[in-house]
């Protein structure tokens, strides 16, 4: 079982109730399956709301935050464990490193870099953990629908678009993580 899940996720709340719903189900599911949560550190927009939903919960949530962002995205002081780091590069790194799996949810360019920076450290066997996209409404549909578009344009390995697992339920999402195995040999 994937046992700590980073979620990547807005700093912003986002302009519909769908998404701040979409955050408590994952918190509770994450909760609920003994997990905890590895993220941002932020207690803005919808990372503060998953992360007041672990907490709330009873699972263990850590936060990862450079020290720059520590006023601008008001961290987070009601975590298990807040870790202040030098820079964006730190953050990722540790973030990653402490996570088995991760989860992106509705966001914007932080949340898409931090995302595509785990798809692309797959694809080069730099890591072999599960990634998902939590298409809360259909969020994600152009964005997969753009990857097909890649992948048919010859630029993505059909083996590499099958990274980036995607749905609209969190607990069935992370069934798909934990059931996820990874393909050696489409490595390159
Ligand atoms: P956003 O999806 O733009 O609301 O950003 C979500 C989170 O990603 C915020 O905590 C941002 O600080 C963070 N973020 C943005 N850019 C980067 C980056 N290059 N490296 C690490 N985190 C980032």
């Known amino acids: 079982m994937i046992r700590a899940v980073c979620v990547y996720c807005g700093s912003s709340p986002g302009s519909h109730p769908a ?9 509770d599911a ?4 003994g997990r905890s949560l590895v ?3 932020a207690h803005i927009g919808l990372m503060g ?3 007041d939903r672990v907490m709330a919960g009873g699972g263990r949530v850590t936060g990862v935050i450079p020290q720059a962002l520590v006023a601008r995205e008001v ?8 870790i202040v780091v030098a820079d964006m590069h730190e953050r990722k790194a540790r973030m990653a490193a402490l996570a088995d799996g991760f989860i992106a949810m509705p966001g914007g360019l932080g949340t898409l870099e931090e995302l595509f920076e785990m798809l692309t450290w797959s694809q080069l066997g730099l890591h072999a953990k599960p990634i998902g996209a939590l298409n809360v409404g259909g969020f994600y549909d152009g964005l997969l629908d ?4 890649a992948r048919d344009q010859g630029f993505m390995r059909p083996a590499h678009r099958t990274l980036l697992l995607a749905g609209p339920e969190a607990s069935a999402l992370l069934d798909e993580l934990d059931a996820w195995r990874p393909a050696t040999a489409t490595r390159r």
Not at 146 to 149: G, I
């Open 19 to 27: 998404h701040g719903i979409a955050a408590d189900a994952l918190g």
């Open 39 to 41: 993220y941002g550190g």
């Open 49 to 51: 709301r998953i992360a």
């Open 30 to 33: 994450i909760a609920a399956s």
């Open 75 to 82: 961290a987070h002081t009601g975590l298990s464990e807040l």
């Open 146 to 149: 753009f990857l097909d578009h």
